[in-house]
């Protein structure tokens, strides 16, 4: 089987790994928002009705958590409303749909690494829009995927890791929250573990893709855990120890050369962001390994290997056909 593949958001972290792994699976059409809006749901109807793809992977999502506080309208158009006209459409097709969720979810009150079945209580409007698109995708009956992930980042797009380097031009100090804890997951090792299991999931089907059971929520993460302040010091430990030229580190810090000396932790209250954030927010992945035999591997080495030359061949391979 190799099917056709309608992927959304391939301009973000995630969506831009999956869209130059997908295609060794099958045909991909992966519009941008220009060609689909997902507020729009009449351009939803169509681009499913048009393409009438066997497997629908959705990375596009309202992300800017601060954002959403003043704007949650849209980020529930994005982050449930769309998914729900995606699951509908799909279950029309008897396509499979793949989504992302977030370990915002949960308020944080756990002191043990949280399980699919925890009640999640999300803290602020992401995590609250994001939770009902989750509940749209299961009310919907459609076969589904739901992988929900932490702290995502990539060497492009914006996220903490480019962040904190382009801050550490700027700063000879830098503080940071030492109070949250959670699994930094890059967006190539969560991509990668996506395309592996629906690679073995269409090995094994005939015409369809089946499901490994009718609950479909799974936490995939990091296998570890850390806190914001670590990550950053991991970070700029990563960035002076590298040797390589790597034209993304260049993008990052614009050229310009890291000043920053120290690093100091700093309390979410002290910080003062306006946004609830959960101060523990593990996922237990136990049940992605037990269904898939997949483990992400540790925060450092997924961080490790952005900083690696070999993720950036000299010769990269020649481009798979997909639109
Ligand atoms: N980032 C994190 O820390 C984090 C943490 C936990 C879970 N997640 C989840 O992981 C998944 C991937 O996140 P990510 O970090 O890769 O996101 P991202 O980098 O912010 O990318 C979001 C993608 O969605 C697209 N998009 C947003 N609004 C749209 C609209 N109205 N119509 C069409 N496309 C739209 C964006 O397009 P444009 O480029 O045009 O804006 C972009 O391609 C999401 O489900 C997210 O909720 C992320």
């Known amino acids: ?62 992300t800017a958590v601060d954002a959403a506080e ?22 029309k097709l008897g396509a499979m749909l793949v989504h992302f969720s977030t370990d915002y979810v949960f308020d944080g009150s756990k002191k043990a690494p ?15 829009t994001k939770l009902a698109g989750e509940q749209a995708i299961r009310s919907s009956g459609a076969d589904h995927l739901i992988f929900r992930t932490s702290w995502v980042y990539a060497t492009q797009g914006r996220n903490f890791l480019l962040t904190i380097l382009r801050l550490a031009t700027e700063r000879e100090e830098l503080k940071v929250i030492d109070d949250q804890i959670g699994s930094p997951t890059s967006a190539v090792d969560l991509a990668e573990a996506t395309t592996a299991i629906l690679a073995g999931m269409i090995a094994r089907a005939k015409d369809q893709l089946t ?13 570890d855990y850390t806190t914001w302040y670590e990550f950053a010091k991991a970070i700029l430990e990563e960035a002076a120890s590298t040797q390589q030229n790597l034209p993304w580190l260049t993008s990052a810090t614009k050229g310009r050369p890291i000043i920053a000396r120290r690093v100091l932790p700093i309390s979410t209250r002290a910080f003062g962001s306006p946004t609830h954030r959960p101060a523990y927010s593990v996922l237990s992945n136990a049940r992605l390994k037990e269904a898939f035999g997949i483990t992400l591997p540790a925060w450092r080495t997924q961080l490790q290997k952005c900083f690696s030359p070999a993720r950036f061949p000299a010769n990269p391979p020649a481009a798979v056909s997909s639109r």
Do not use: C, F, W
């Open 70 to 91: 003043t704007d949650e309208a849209n980020a529930l158009a994005v982050n449930s409303e769309a998914p729900l006209l995606l699951a509908q459409e799909a279950k």
């Open 114 to 128: 949280y399980v699919e079945t925890d009640p999640p209580v999300p803290l602020n409007a992401y995590g609250r």
């Open 211 to 223: 499901l490994p059971s009718v609950d479909g929520i799974y936490h995939m993460t990091a296998a």
């Open 1 to 62: 089987m190799r099917p056709t593949i309608l992927l959304t958001g391939r301009t973000g972290q995630l969506g831009s790994e999956l869209h130059r792994l997908l295609p060794g699976l099958g045909e991909v059409i992966a519009p941008d928002r220009k060609e689909v809006d997902l507020r729009e749901p009449e351009k939803i109807r169509q681009i499913m009705r048009n393409v009438k793809p066997q497997l629908l992977v959705n990375a596009a999502a309202y």
